[in-house]
């Protein structure tokens, strides 16, 4: 029984461990043998990725964590952003490019190259890594399913067809044993959404609740230094 708790997610990564299974990231992809590509999509959170990085840390497993640059409930590019992706790639897990399509359906195909290279050197720029791996964000509900050369992409048929694959979305897994899932797929790519996991189990609107919470103290502090900002600015402070 999965309860999406941190427990529960380091007992699943050391059973896959005992499978005699790497838990690898996508930049170390081996050429034999079985493995599990382990991802973790940050949608909402980047201190929730740091947790995420941390357990898989503790586990001695590296993985990739695919961030949004485009993102409406973070700053990856902002001070604390930078800060707190760095931490996680300070831990020894790969960052790729998590990149939206909307808009990408007015686009020709170079047109999209272009475009998530441009977010691929900004993501390199500022945090003075190499960006090998790209995941598109929400595709079930994108009419757009580019092709960018150049990359390891997570939706490619070698990483999504050619091998199993399974994800946490919405909190469901969608097969009846994810045990039996590992143990019978001696090749997959997992895909694990920070945002579930908890040090005690949370229902989905609880998750959410947590989320709205942390945004609105999020804003809350950007809203007092803007704040402040003003006020000094008026003071002949700055």
Same mark, same amino acid.
């Given at each position: 029984? @999965?309860?999406? =708790? $941190?427990?529960?997610?380091?007992? !699943? ?9 790497? @838990?690898? %990231?996508?930049?170390?992809?081996? !050429? ?14 980047? %201190?929730? &990725? ?19 640059? =485009? ?30 399509? =909307?808009?990408?359906?007015? !686009? &020709? ?13 900004? !993501?390199? +720029? ?13 595709? =079930? ?6 092709? @960018? ?8 048929? %070698? ?17 009846? +044993? ?6 019978? $797929? %001696? ?5 694990? $959404? ?45």
């Amino acid at each position: 029984m @999965i309860d999406f =708790t $941190h427990r529960n997610y380091l007992d !699943l990564l050391a059973y896959v461990q005992a499978l005699g299974q790497r @838990i690898v %990231p996508f930049r170390d992809l081996p !050429l034999s043998g079985s493995y599990v590509i382990l991802r973790h999509d940050i949608d909402f959170s980047i %201190p929730k &990725a740091i947790e995420m990085a941390d357990l898989d840390r503790q586990a001695g497993v590296r993985s990739t964590f695919f961030v949004l640059l =485009t993102a409406p409930y973070y700053n990856a590019l902002s001070e604390e952003g930078l800060r707190d992706l760095r931490q996680i790639t300070g831990m020894g897990h790969e960052m790729g490019l998590h990149y939206d399509c =909307t808009g990408f359906d007015q !686009l &020709a195909p170079h047109q999209q190259k272009q475009r998530v290279d441009c977010l691929v050197a900004c !993501l390199e +720029d500022h945090l003075g890594i190499q960006v090998s791996s790209i995941s598109q964000h929400k595709p =079930t509900e994108s009419n757009v399913k580019p092709e @960018i050369p150049g990359y390891v992409d997570a939706y490619s048929r %070698p990483f999504f067809k050619d091998i199993a694959y399974v994800s946490d979305s919405r909190m469901m897994f969608r097969v009846p +044993d994810l045990r039996a899932f590992f143990r019978d $797929h %001696p090749r997959s790519q997992a895909l694990i $959404h920070p945002i579930w996991w908890h040090a005690q189990p949370k229902t989905r609107a609880e998750v959410f609740d947590s989320i709205r919470s942390q945004l609105g103290r999020s804003l809350d502090a950007m809203l007092y230094a803007e704040h402040r900002g003003i006020v000094d600015f008026l003071n002949g402070q700055k």
